[in-house]
C-alpha cells in the first residue's frame, strides 16, 4: 500500500482538487491587491450572491472552527447562549474557540436521532429557564450534513424555523459538508439555507476539494456588520486572499463542489451497499451524505489498523465511520471491502 493512498478518516485527508489547483495557479500569474481587494475575491463573492439568489455579505477565513465560532460571536452577545446538538463540531471539536471567540457565549446541548436538533429539543431548552441567572438563548446551531452523516430536510429546517421565530433565535449553519447536503436532496442552496431561516452559513471548501479555505456567508446582512474586524483581530484576514477566493471561483465556476460532493456521496452509497451485503456488519445511522457509520467487532477494527487503513472510531465502542470525499476511488472502496471481509471471515 502506497504511503499516500487515498483514506477513510475525512474528507480533510484528501488532496486539492484539479479545479481549485487550476484557478490556484492561475491566481499566481503575477501580483494582486492584498487583503481581498482582488479580481478573484470580487469574482468569487458575485458567485456566491448569484448561487444562492441573494444579494449576501460574503468573507473568506482559512478554517471551520475560525468561521464558526467568529459567526457565532456575530450573533451573540457574551451573555447570550447557542443551542446545538450534542455531537456538534462546535461542542465537541473546536477546543472552546466559540466561547472564547464571543467571550463566553454558553453552548447549550441537546439530544437528538441521527444528530439533529427538532423544533421540540430547541423548544425544550429555550423554555426551562427564562430568569436573569440563565444565559439567554439566542442562536441556534445546525450542522449540514450532520457529524453523524445525516441531513436535515427542508421540512425540518422550517419546522425549527419556526421556533427561532417564535422565540427570536437566530440560525447558524455549520456547512462542513453542505455541498454534500444539496448534492443529497434535490434542493437549491438557497432553499437549504435563507429559506429555510439560515441567517450565516459557513461553507466549508477544505472538505469540498480546496487546500483550505471556508466561506462565511451572512444573508442576514445587519449580522455582518464590522465583521471585516472581527476576521482581521482574530487573524484571519488572508493578506493573500485570491489564494482562497481563486480556488473558491474554480470550484463555483466549473461546478466542481457539486460534483465533488456527488462523488463522495455516491462513493459512500456504494460502500454502504457492500456492507449491507456482509453478515457481521450493523450500519449505525441512515446514510445520506458521504459518511457510513458501522459497527464492527473489535478484532476487525485491529486487522484494518494493522493494514494501515484510516478511519475514526470515536461514536461509542466499535463505531467506525468511514469518510468519502471527491479522491475516493471504487479500486480503494473495493479493497476496503476486501479488508473488512477477510477480517471477519
Ligand atoms: C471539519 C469540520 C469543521 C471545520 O474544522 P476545522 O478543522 O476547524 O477546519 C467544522 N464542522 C464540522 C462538522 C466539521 O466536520
Redesign the pocket.
Known amino acids: 500500500m502506497s504511503i499516500n493512498a487515498e483514506q477513510f478518516a475525512s474528507d ?1 485527508y484528501s488532496g486539492i482538487c484539479p479545479e481549485a489547483l487550476e484557478y490556484m495557479l492561475q491566481a499566481n500569474l503575477g501580483s494582486a491587491p492584498a487583503y481581498g481587494n482582488d479580481i478573484w475575491t470580487q469574482k468569487a463573492t458575485d458567485y456566491f450572491r448569484e448561487l444562492f439568489e441573494i444579494d449576501c455579505e460574503v468573507f473568506f477565513v482559512f ?4 468561521a ?1 465560532s467568529l459567526s457565532l460571536a456575530a450573533l451573540c452577545q457574551s451573555y447570550h447562549s447557542v443551542i446545538c446538538h450534542e455531537t456538534a ?1 462546535i461542542e465537541t ?2 477546543c472552546g474557540a466559540p466561547e472564547f471567540a464571543s467571550n463566553g457565549s454558553k453552548l447549550l446541548i441537546a439530544p437528538g436521532a441521527n444528530g439533529k436538533l427538532t423544533a421540540q429539543s430547541v423548544e425544550a431548552i429555550v423554555t426551562k429557564r427564562s430568569d436573569i441567572h440563565f444565559p439567554k438563548p439566542k442562536v441556534i446551531s445546525l ?1 449540514q450534513s450532520t ?1 453523524l452523516g445525516t441531513i436535515y430536510s427542508v421540512a425540518e429546517l422550517l419546522a425549527i424555523k419556526e421556533i427561532a421565530n417564535k422565540y427570536q433565535l437566530k440560525i447558524h449553519m ?1 456547512g ?2 453542505f455541498a454534500n447536503a444539496v448534492a443529497a436532496i434535490n434542493q437549491t442552496p438557497a432553499e437549504l439555507s435563507w429559506k429555510s431561516g439560515v441567517d450565516v452559513l459557513c461553507f ?1 471548501g ?2 469540498n476539494g480546496m487546500a483550505l479555505g ?1 466561506a462565511i456567508i451572512f444573508f442576514n446582512k445587519a449580522l455582518a456588520e464590522d465583521f471585516d474586524y472581527r476576521c482581521k483581530q482574530a487573524g484571519q484576514l488572508a493578506s493573500k486572499m485570491r489564494f482562497i477566493s481563486a480556488p473558491w471561483l474554480g470550484l463555483l465556476e466549473t461546478g466542481a463542489w457539486l460534483k465533488n460532493a456527488q462523488h463522495a456521496n455516491q462513493c459512500a452509497a456504494y460502500l454502504e451497499n457492500k456492507l449491507l451485503q456482509i453478515d457481521g456488519v450493523e450500519i449505525m445511522f441512515p446514510r445520506e451524505a458521504n459518511a457510513v457509520f458501522v459497527k464492527l467487532p473489535d478484532r476487525v477494527i485491529h486487522s484494518l489498523k494493522a493494514k494501515n487503513w484510516q478511519f475514526y472510531t470515536f461514536i461509542g465502542v466499535g463505531g467506525v465511520r468511514f469518510m468519502c470525499s471527491w479522491a475516493t476511488t471504487q479500486a480503494r472502496l473495493d479493497e476496503l471491502i476486501k479488508d473488512i471481509q477477510t477480517a471477519l471471515a
Open positions: 480533510n478554517n471551520g472552527t475560525a464558526n463540531h471539536d473546536e450542522t457529524e455549520d462542513a459538508r466549508c477544505t472538505k471556508e
